[in-house]
C-alpha cells in the first residue's frame, strides 16, 4: 500500500488509453457462465485474506493509541469488520475444498499495509492521529477498488460476487465516517 | 551482452566450452567482415522485447481481478492484462523479436523516488544449462506459466534476486538494490526453474508444478527438463540505491511471470538446432 498507487494506477490507465489498444477482455472458461468457484475466486479469496490479515493489525494499532475517541471507535469498528471478513473469506475456501496459501506474504499489494509501514505507524508520536488517518484512507481507498474488481468480474462465482459486494459497501460507510471526523 | 560464461558451463563441457567461446569471440572480433565464424558450443536462443503495457493486472496470480495487483511492467505480447488466457494472447500481437515470440512476460514496475523507469534492455535466454543431458531437453509446453522469484521473500534471506552494474562487476551484486556507477545501468537477472512435472501448465501456488534440477538432473516428480529461461533487464538508472522501489516493495521482491506463447513448432525447432545440440543461436532460431 503506497501513496503512490492512484497516481500510479491513473498513470497507467493513461498509458493504455493513448498508447496501446484496449484489449477486449476475454471469458475465463474454468468459471465464467458455470456458476462454479473457479481460480478467479479462489484468487480474490487468497488476496483478501492476505490484505485483511495486514488491515486488522493496522485497525488494532489505531483502537489502541489513536487520541480523538471518533477515530478510536472507527478503527475498532475497521478491526471487527475485517476479523469477520476474514471468518467469511476462510469459509467460502473451506467451501469449496481449497487450502489457504498464501501468495502474498512480503508484498506490497493494493489495500495492504506492509510491515514496513506498520513499524513506522508504531514508532509514531504525536501525531499518530494524522498518520494512522492517511494509512486507513488509503487501505479503504485501495481495497475498495479491489473488491469493486470482485464484483464486476465476469469471472466471479455468485457467492464471490455477494461477499465482495459487501465488502465493497463496508468500505465506502467507513471511508464516508473517516471524511466527517475531517 | 554480458554473457556470464561461468553460468553457462556444465559438466565435462567446461574446458571445451570456455575455449570455444574464448576462440568464437576473438574470431568475431579479430574478423568483422562476412567471414563466417565457427558455432558457439553453448545451449541457448533468445527473445528481446520491449515494454508493451503497464497496468495493475496479474493473469496469473490474480486471474480475472483487473486493477487488483501492484503496478506491473508487461513485455512482449501487446494485449496481457487480468483477463488473458492462451487462446486471448495467441490471437494477439507482440513486440519481441523474433516476432513469432506472442509470449508475455512481466515484472514489477520499477520506481526511482516518485517516477516509473521502464527497463531498456528486455532480454529472455532460453538455455540448456543447469541439466547433465541438454539433449533430454524438450519443448516448453504451450501455455505453461511459470512464477520466478520468491515473491514473498520477506528479506535478503529468502530473495532470489540478483541485481549488479553492467560493465561494473567491481559492485558487488545484491538480492537487494546496488548503486551503480554514471557510466552503468542498474541490471537483474532472474533464472526461471526447468523442470516441468509434464502436468500441469499451472498450479495452485503457481510454482509446484515446476521445480530446479538436483545435480544436473530433474527429479521424479518433475522429470521433464525444458529450457531454462533467464530474464536479463537493463534499467537507465544510475546513483543511490536507496531511492529506488519495486511496486512490490523492496528490491528483494524482485520476481518475474511467464505465459508461453511461443508457437509449437517454432519453440520445437529451436529446441532441437540450438537446445539439443549445444549450439547458440540467434533470433531466427538459427546457429552460425
Not at chain 2, 552494474?165 to 526447468?194: A, I, W
Not at chain 2, 518433475?222 to 536507496?242: E, F, N, Q, S
Not at chain 2, 508461453?260 to 529446441?271: G, S, T
Request: charged share 20%; hydrophobic share 40%.
Amino acid at each position: 500500500m503506497s501513496a503512490l498507487r492512484l497516481l500510479t494506477a491513473s498513470l497507467a490507465l493513461a498509458l493504455a488509453a493513448c498508447g496501446t489498444p484496449t484489449p477486449t477482455p476475454e471469458p475465463v472458461p474454468s468459471s465464467t457462465g458455470s456458476g462454479r468457484f473457479g481460480p478467479t475466486d479462489v484468487a480474490f479469496a487468497e488476496l483478501s485474506v492476505a490484505t485483511g490479515e495486514q488491515a486488522v493489525r493496522l485497525a488494532d494499532l489505531g483502537s489502541r493509541r489513536a487520541t480523538g475517541p471518533a477515530l478510536r471507535s472507527l478503527a475498532a469498528d475497521t478491526a471487527a469488520a475485517r476479523r469477520a471478513e476474514l471468518t467469511e473469506l476462510r469459509g467460502l475456501l473451506a467451501a469449496a475444498a481449497v487450502p489457504y496459501a498464501d501468495q502474498h506474504r512480503g508484498h506490497d499489494m493494493p489495500g495492504m499495509p506492509t510491515d514496513v509501514e506498520l513499524d513506522a505507524l508504531g514508532a509514531a508520536g504525536a501525531d499518530f492521529d494524522l498518520r494512522f488517518t492517511t494509512a486507513l484512507r488509503a487501505h479503504l481507498e485501495e481495497s475498495a477498488t479491489v473488491v469493486a474488481s470482485a464484483v464486476d468480474s465476469p469471472a466471479s462465482a455468485p457467492e464471490t460476487v455477494e461477499l465482495a459486494e459487501r465488502m465493497r459497501r463496508d468500505r465506502h460507510a467507513l471511508l464516508e465516517r473517516l471524511n466527517r471526523l475531517g | 551482452m554480458e554473457k556470464k560464461t561461468r553460468t553457462r558451463q556444465f559438466g565435462l563441457h567446461v574446458a571445451v566450452v570456455t575455449a570455444l567461446v574464448g576462440a568464437a569471440l576473438s574470431a568475431s572480433v579479430s574478423t568483422p567482415g562476412p567471414a563466417k565464424a565457427e558455432p558457439v558450443r553453448v545451449a541457448e536462443f533468445l527473445a528481446d522485447c520491449r515494454l508493451s503495457h503497464r497496468l495493475p493486472d496479474d493473469p496469473i496470480v490474480l486471474p480475472g481481478l483487473p486493477g487488483a495487483s501492484h503496478s506491473h511492467d508487461f513485455f512482449g505480447n501487446h494485449a496481457t492484462d487480468a483477463h488473458s488466457d492462451h487462446a486471448s494472447l495467441a490471437r494477439a500481437t507482440g513486440n519481441c523479436d523474433p516476432v513469432v515470440d506472442l509470449s508475455s512476460y512481466w515484472v514489477p514496475t520499477l520506481y526511482d523516488g516518485a517516477t516509473a523507469v521502464p527497463p531498456t534492455g528486455i532480454t529472455f535466454y532460453y538455455l540448456g544449462e543447469g541439466v547433465n543431458a541438454p539433449a533430454a531437453i524438450r519443448p516448453t509446453p504451450v501455455g505453461l506459466k511459470i512464477v520466478a522469484g520468491n515473491a514473498r521473500a520477506t528479506g535478503e534471506a529468502d530473495s532470489t534476486a540478483r541485481w549488479s552494474c553492467l560493465h561494473h562487476g567491481e559492485v558487488n551484486p545484491s538480492k537487494n538494490f546496488v548503486t551503480c556507477p554514471r557510466d552503468s545501468m542498474l541490471e537483474t537477472y532472474l533464472d526461471f526453474p526447468q523442470c516441468w512435472n509434464g502436468r500441469d501448465l499451472d498450479s495452485a501456488d503457481h510454482k509446484s508444478h515446476m521445480t530446479t534440477p538436483v545435480a544436473g538432473n530433474c527429479p521424479s516428480t518433475h522429470p521433464v527438463p525444458v529450457p531454462k529461461l533467464r530474464m536479463v533487464l537493463r534499467y537507465p538508472v544510475t546513483g543511490d540505491g536507496a531511492r529506488l522501489r519495486l511496486s512490490s516493495g523492496p528490491g528483494y521482491t524482485m520476481h518475474g511471470d511467464f505465459f508461453n506463447v511461443w508457437p509449437a513448432a517454432e519453440m520445437e525447432r529451436r529446441v532441437r538446432n540450438c537446445i539439443n545440440v549445444v549450439l547458440k543461436c540467434g533470433h531466427d532460431g538459427q546457429h552460425g
